[in-house]
């Protein structure tokens, strides 16, 4: 064999169509398109989901569900990454300056993955209720920070 003999299989390729290029071609007058319609004629289209004026299915079916605008500012931490921590006193800004959460986080959530021996202090960050039992059996303290709206403005308050 050499590179020269190559070729395809037989059948594997066939001749494109060259539609409306005669009748003995098999594709010749309508060229495919059928008869009539906004489909046959040139520059004839309509947008995705388009039902000929009746209202889409998309727009017939209720809404479900909410997408949060905020979830890939929102990073998970486990307690395997707190216990490597060489912190006592762990907020936002301390898990950001190590580089566990990136600096586009709003907020973190603390999870119970991993193991933790040491004391340790969170603040100001969520915590899941079986990462809380293992801090809290560990000897540390879980602050939470609750966000209160009085007239219009977030403002954090201190647990």
Do not use: C
């Amino acid at each position: 064999m050499r590179l020269n003999n190559l070729k395809p299989a037989d059948g594997s390729k066939s001749d494109r169509h060259r539609v409306g290029r005669g009748i003995g071609s098999g594709w010749g007058k309508t060229a495919g398109r059928g008869h009539k319609g906004q489909k046959s004629r040139a520059g004839g289209f309509h947008k995705v989901g388009f039902e000929g004026g009746q209202m889409p299915l998309h727009r017939r079916l209720p809404k479900r569900g909410f997408t949060s605008l905020t979830r890939r500012y929102v990073e998970v931490v486990r307690l395997s990454e707190l216990q490597k921590l060489g912190v006592d006193e762990i907020d936002l800004m301390v898990l950001k300056q190590a580089g566990i959460v990136s600096t586009l986080a709003v907020d973190a959530r603390v999870i119970k993955s991993g193991e933790l021996t040491r004391k340790v202090n969170v603040r100001g960050i969520g915590v899941t209720a079986g990462a809380k039992a293992v801090i809290e059996a560990a000897g540390g303290a879980v602050a939470v920070v609750e966000a209160v709206k009085p007239a219009g403005k977030l403002v954090a308050k201190q647990k």
